[in-house]
């Protein structure tokens, strides 16, 4: 299918647990994007990549990590999930940077930690 | 750093005209965004401004004045399905930074 997926959709996990959030996108897009989306706290930055092999810190990142070996592919990985890490996660991608470049969101990933 | 400001809620009658506004304090400044998201889905791109002034497409608007650090989201004739939050959002420092997103405005459309 062509766009921009993310599995699981759903996913409950145990504190202390490694989990891993897939993100697949057709376009070949150069940049993607992690975020997190909380009440009250809009849309964070967790990770970003401008290109394969190229990764970069948001605004949230302590806790997740990222990998970027293949264009299409961007998975975030949690490597000891805490209940503050319960949340809706989306990945993005656009062309390219900045303002001129619409964000193609993914469905999101529904997180929960217990 | 960077900072931006919105209403957290909004509510207008079906068929009349909404103002979302944004304010914005960026170290550098290089364009603003609007994104819609509906409950459960994800966010989509609405528009962005660049340059100061006002860009239509069809019943949205978004307007700039980079001298105010402002901007605002028009929506008119409002339909029961605009109800969603609005999120502005910056790119600031250098034009291939990323995103910065405001924490929303969520727009109830009653009849």
């Known amino acids: 299918d062509a766009g921009i997926t993310q599995s699981p959709r759903y996913k409950i996990t145990e504190t202390g647990r490694q989990v891993t959030l897939m993100c697949h996108q057709t376009?070949?897009?150069?940049?993607m994007f992690w975020y997190r989306q909380d009440l009250g706290h809009g849309l964070r930055l967790i990770y970003y990549?401008?290109?394969?092999?190229?990764?970069d810190k948001g605004e949230v990142p302590d806790g997740y990590v990222v990998s970027r070996s293949k264009t299409e592919n961007f998975p975030l990985t949690l490597e000891s999930a805490t209940r503050s890490q319960t949340s809706v996660y989306f990945c993005?991608?656009?062309?390219?940077?900045?303002?001129?470049?619409?964000?193609?969101f993914g469905p999101g990933t529904r997180l929960t930690v217990l | 750093g960077q900072s931006l400001e919105q209403p957290s809620e909004v509510t207008a009658v079906e068929g009349a005209i909404v103002q979302i506004n944004c304010t914005y304090q960026t170290s550098g400044f290089y364009g603003l965004s609007w994104y819609q998201q509906h409950d459960g889905g994800a966010p989509t791109f609405l528009s962005y401004?660049?340059?100061?002034g006002l860009e239509e497409t069809g019943r949205f608007s978004s307007f700039l004045s980079r001298s105010d650090s402002y901007g605002y989201l028009l929506l008119q004739e409002l339909q029961m399905k605009d109800s969603a939050s609005y999120f502005c959002a910056v790119i600031a420092n250098s034009g291939n930074t990323p995103l910065v997103f405001g924490k929303g405005t969520r727009l109830s459309v009653i009849a």
């Open positions: 990549s401008a290109a394969a092999d190229i990764t």
């Open positions: 993005a991608s656009s062309e390219g940077g900045g303002i001129y470049n619409e964000q193609f």
């Open positions: 376009w070949s897009h150069s940049y």
């Open positions: 401004n660049a340059l100061d």
